[in-house]
């Protein structure tokens, strides 16, 4: 399946206007027909000239030529399609506690997504989006589930994060890159992108504050429950490729307080994966 019909451009005022109702928050919020990476973009932008980037602020993107997303894999999606943006935030709080700023934008972003199209979005540990596949089919490495968005959380400095967000919204079939991909529309449950990227900025705020007010502790917060109710990953069988290229299998049995994967390993020991690339698999020792 294919589309012929014309995508309309992001409405740059609508936006804005939405951002402000009803009390905005955001300092700055920059809206550009083109970039290559909202997040590269931003975190250069943000280092060379910090007076002019003031915490929290957005920008956000019609097009990106060059996205990206973790261990820099290329996100490409056709023009006025997908929801592009990334939010610079101060997180205020203790540096070890920023691994759980992409798993807060991947739930302020899945509340908003299940409360706009009904779908029962998920997350994929650390940073993906998933709907349901259309057809209720198992794929080796995401099962019945397929990625519609992505979150990558990238350092500015001491004090400052952007966190970026890209949704597959107007896709068709044929124009998703990978059988793992899906789109809202292909599950007949497209939006307006600028109501998507005002309503998961609010959302993202809020948990933000109060993430904040209990000095980064999400489990305090509450916060690391609701994660988690929301990860497939939790409870999965898994493959995992961490840092330096080591495989494990085993199962994921829930995360840490600082958000790490807990992964109960086929030799029964419960490792810690802070960072890592995760495949569910059906059976452990599925290839």
Sequence with gaps: ????????????????????????????????????????????????????????????????????????????????????????????????????????????????????????????????????????????????????????????????VVVGLGVNVDQVADELPVASASSLAAHGASQRREMLVAGMETSFVEVLELWREHAGDAVAAGLAEEVTAVCVTVGTDVRVTAAGGRELRGTAVGLDDDGALLVRTTAGEVERIVSGDVQHLRVIGAE
Excluded: C, F, Y
């Excluded at 998933?130 to 057809?135: F, G, M, Q, R």
């Excluded at 589930?145 to 001491?158: M, P, Q, S, T, Y």
């Design 1 to 160: 399946m294919t589309s012929d019909a014309p995508r309309e451009p992001l409405d740059a005022q609508l936006l804005r206007d939405l951002l402000r109702a009803p009390v905005g928050v955001l300092h700055r919020v920059d809206v550009r027909a083109e970039v290559t990476s909202t997040n590269t973009v931003l975190v250069a932008e943000a280092r060379e000239a910090p007076h002019a980037w003031p915490p929290p602020s957005l920008l956000v993107a019609d097009h990106q030529t060059a996205g990206r997303g973790r261990l820099d894999r290329a996100w490409q999606t056709p023009p006025h399609t997908a929801l592009t943006a990334s939010l610079l935030v101060a997180p205020g709080t203790p540096r070890q506690t920023w691994g759980w700023l992409p798993l807060l934008a991947g739930l302020a972003a899945a509340r908003t997504l299940r409360s706009m199209t009904a779908l029962d979005v998920r997350t994929k540990w650390p940073n993906d989006l998933l709907v349901p596949a259309p057809d209720g089919s198992d794929l080796l490495g995401w099962g019945p589930w397929r990625k519609v968005g992505g979150i990558l959380a990238e350092v500015v400095d001491d004090e400052r």
